[in-house]
């Protein structure tokens, strides 16, 4: 069955960098988009970043154009999402996405800190 499985997260101080990965297994990875959503305490899942199954077109949310990246690895199985710039407001979990079918496939999420 599918499963994703991120990992990176931490806790980072303001204006410092990460890079999450997201292990793919149970589906044939470089035939599907994948994407990064996150979610802060209190607020709604919103969607970070997305990639094309061949890695050629990506799009992000506003507040992250510019800071963050999205990329893959199709013969790893893994996509990554490398943040820069970071500001406290960034501190939520992080989720790696597949959608297939209508359906939704999360992972468990990795928890990003950003604090001083």
């Known amino acids: 069955q599918v499963q994703l499985v991120e990992s990176g997260g931490g806790l980072v101080q303001p204006g410092g960098s990460l890079r999450l990965s997201c292990a793919a297994s149970g589906f044939t990875f470089s035939t599907y988009a994948m994407s990064w959503y996150r979610q802060a305490p209190g607020k709604e899942r919103e969607l970070v970043a997305t990639?094309?199954?061949?890695?050629?077109?990506?799009n992000y949310a506003d507040s992250m154009k510019g800071r963050f990246t999205i990329s893959r690895d199709n013969a790893k199985n893994t996509v990554y999402l490398q943040m820069s710039s970071l500001k406290p407001e960034d501190t939520a979990i992080y989720y790696c996405n597949m959608k297939k079918w209508a359906v939704n496939y999360w992972g468990q999420g990795t928890q990003v800190t950003v604090s001083s």
């Open positions: 990639i094309t199954s061949t890695g050629g077109s990506t």
